[in-house]
């Protein structure tokens, strides 16, 4: 994350200095850097460029309008797992003819909403749903184009709560059982068998698990493409980023850090897995999220109070889990630094937010500067999974979100006003 940095002593976002945006909008806010997006989503789209090939960026990882508007400025279609993902792509600009549906539960209408807008394939998750798209499908007179989801059974070596490869897991149907569905589906008239979509999890930090899956799945692909003329193979998303040391980075990505030894790269990713995605002479589509938005944004906020307790130094933020709730669901690290380099010894910190609930915490025993009320800190990689799980729990109002370009810096979104928290709720007639 090259684009946040120190100069001197005080951290900045491309050409704008983070504690100039607390000053102006006020705290805890996100800030992403375009030219990181940019960055990010080019090295991904390079690293493919021998074969035909689509990104699909995960926008469930960050659906902000100016930062889909980004990516769909450089070419990006985009995975989503809801109609509201679907009308969101339109709203920023983007092409659903470029779009892939994922998700486990799509609903009749979903179907039939990203069928009249032309989506690029659905990806299935079990059988009951070829036959729902079938119906919409035949309801409307169209044939929809679709994917299987393969589940691969393989564990991909990251936390419980992301692994989705496995036949532990809702996702895709299973690797033994894919055969006999497209063989099915093809008898069904209004389906278009366009392609096989596989995604065995996210944070995905090495190489051989994805290598693995694809090669445990591309002799199916191979035979599926040939007897039904398949368009297209997805190996999904997952690549997983550097959370530890993000600022660390050399003078060009996080990826060339120290701690990013051994990890996943565009540059792997293209010598590891073209050799076995090029034969296959298929279009490939690839779906990450994080990857590309991860180490493109981080949170601001401000310390509140500091409390020292026996045991502890608990450094009170304003902002909580409900702003960022990684920590407290997935037990994610984020960096945390001040915006003002601080010298001096470091003291074993707790950085806590304000909602009542001991879930509510960034980060417990770390070595952190000592911080006083008023300082602002900043928690890295916070561009992934951030803003968009956010809540308005404790009646904390949406925070905004800055978007970056060099020099320049705007609101990508305002900050909630509170009253607009409750403007969909009324006290009902038989209690007034
Ligand atoms: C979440 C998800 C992704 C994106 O995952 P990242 O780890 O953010 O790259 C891609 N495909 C599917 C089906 C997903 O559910």
């Given at each position: 994350?090259?684009?946040?940095?120190?100069?001197?002593?005080?951290?900045?976002?491309?050409?704008?200095?983070?504690?100039?945006?607390?000053?102006?909008?006020?705290?805890?806010?996100?800030?992403?850097?375009?030219?990181?997006?940019?960055?990010?989503?080019?090295?991904?789209?390079?690293?493919?460029?021998?074969?035909?090939?689509?990104?699909?960026?995960?926008?469930?990882?960050?659906?902000?309008?100016?930062?889909?508007?980004?990516?769909?400025?450089?070419?990006?279609?985009?995975?989503?797992?809801?109609?509201?993902?679907?009308?969101?792509?339109?709203?920023?600009?983007?092409?659903?003819?470029?779009?892939?549906?994922?998700?486990?539960?799509?609903?009749?209408?979903?179907?039939?909403?990203?069928?009249?807008?032309?989506?690029?394939?659905?990806?299935?998750?079990?059988?009951?749903?070829?036959?729902?798209?079938?119906?919409?499908?035949?309801?409307?007179?169209?044939?929809?184009?679709?994917?299987?989801?393969?589940?691969?059974?393989?564990?991909?070596?990251?936390?419980?709560?992301?692994?989705?490869?496995?036949?532990?897991?809702?996702?895709?149907?299973?690797?033994?059982?894919?055969?006999?569905?497209?063989?099915?589906?093809?008898?069904?008239?209004?389906?278009?068998?366009?392609?096989?979509?596989?995604?065995?999890?996210?944070?995905?930090?090495?190489?051989?698990?994805?290598?693995?899956?694809?090669?445990?799945?591309?002799?199916?692909?191979?035979?599926?493409?040939?007897?039904?003329?398949?368009?297209?193979?997805?190996?999904?998303?997952?690549?997983?980023?550097?959370?530890?040391?993000?600022?660390?980075?050399?003078?060009?990505?996080?990826?060339?850090?120290?701690?990013?030894?051994?990890?996943?790269?565009?540059?792997?990713?293209?010598?590891?897995?073209?050799?076995?995605?090029?034969?296959?002479?298929?279009?490939?589509?690839?779906?990450?999220?994080?990857?590309?938005?991860?180490?493109?944004?981080?949170?601001?906020?401000?310390?509140?109070?500091?409390?020292?307790?026996?045991?502890?130094?608990?450094?009170?933020?304003?902002?909580?889990?409900n702003d960022l709730i990684r920590p407290a669901f997935y037990d994610a690290f984020h960096e945390i630094v001040p915006l003002a380099k601080k010298g001096g010894a470091r003291i074993s910190s707790d950085v806590v937010g304000p909602i009542c609930e001991s879930g509510d915490y960034f980060c417990k025993d770390r070595p952190l500067p000592r911080v006083g009320e008023g300082d602002y800190l900043a928690l890295l990689s916070a561009g992934a999974y951030g803003f968009v799980m956010a809540s308005n729990y404790n009646t904390r109002p949406l925070i905004p979100e800055i978007l970056v370009r060099g020099t320049q810096f705007a609101a990508a979104r305002e900050r909630q006003k509170v009253a607009d928290i409750w403007s969909g709720e009324k006290v009902v007639a038989w209690l007034k």
């Amino acid at each position: 994350m090259h684009d946040f940095r120190y100069v001197g002593k005080h951290l900045f976002c491309e050409g704008v200095e983070l504690a100039a945006l607390a000053e102006k909008f006020g705290t805890p806010f996100y800030v992403y850097s375009q030219n990181t997006l940019t960055d990010h989503f080019q090295k991904l789209d390079q690293a493919l460029a021998p074969l035909d090939h689509l990104v699909c960026f995960a926008m469930k990882a960050n659906s902000n309008l100016s930062v889909m508007r980004v990516l769909a400025n450089l070419g990006s279609g985009f995975d989503v797992v809801s109609s509201g993902e679907l009308q969101r792509v339109i709203a920023a600009g983007g092409d659903p003819r470029k779009c892939v549906f994922a998700g486990v539960a799509k609903t009749e209408a979903e179907i039939e909403f990203a069928l009249r807008k032309g989506i690029y394939s659905f990806n299935v998750e079990s059988e009951p749903e070829i036959v729902r798209i079938n119906r919409v499908a035949g309801r409307l007179k169209k044939r929809a184009p679709i994917a299987v989801r393969v589940n691969p059974n393989i564990a991909a070596d990251t936390h419980a709560k992301i692994t989705t490869g496995t036949y532990e897991n809702k996702f895709g149907i299973q690797f033994e059982q894919v055969e006999a569905v497209y063989a099915r589906a093809s008898k069904l008239p209004n389906i278009w068998l366009r392609g096989v979509q596989m995604h065995i999890g996210s944070q995905l930090t090495h190489v051989e698990p994805y290598e693995q899956a694809v090669t445990k799945v591309t002799p199916l692909v191979q035979k599926l493409a040939a007897k039904y003329k398949l368009e297209f193979f997805s190996p999904g998303g997952g690549l997983g980023i550097v959370y530890k040391t993000a600022l660390d980075s050399g003078p060009r990505q996080w990826w060339s850090s120290p701690s990013a030894k051994g990890i996943l790269t565009p540059a792997l990713y293209a010598e590891k897995l073209l050799p076995l995605l090029q034969p296959l002479g298929l279009r490939i589509l690839i779906e990450p999220g994080r990857f590309i938005v991860g180490n493109a944004g981080v949170l601001v906020t401000r310390v509140e109070y500091v409390k020292r307790t026996g045991q502890k130094n608990f450094v009170i933020v304003d902002a909580a889990m409900n702003d960022l709730i990684r920590p407290a669901f997935y037990d994610a690290f984020h960096e945390i630094v001040p915006l003002a380099k601080k010298g001096g010894a470091r003291i074993s910190s707790d950085v806590v937010g304000p909602i009542c609930e001991s879930g509510d915490y960034f980060c417990k025993d770390r070595p952190l500067p000592r911080v006083g009320e008023g300082d602002y800190l900043a928690l890295l990689s916070a561009g992934a999974y951030g803003f968009v799980m956010a809540s308005n729990y404790n009646t904390r109002p949406l925070i905004p979100e800055i978007l970056v370009r060099g020099t320049q810096f705007a609101a990508a979104r305002e900050r909630q006003k509170v009253a607009d928290i409750w403007s969909g709720e009324k006290v009902v007639a038989w209690l007034k």
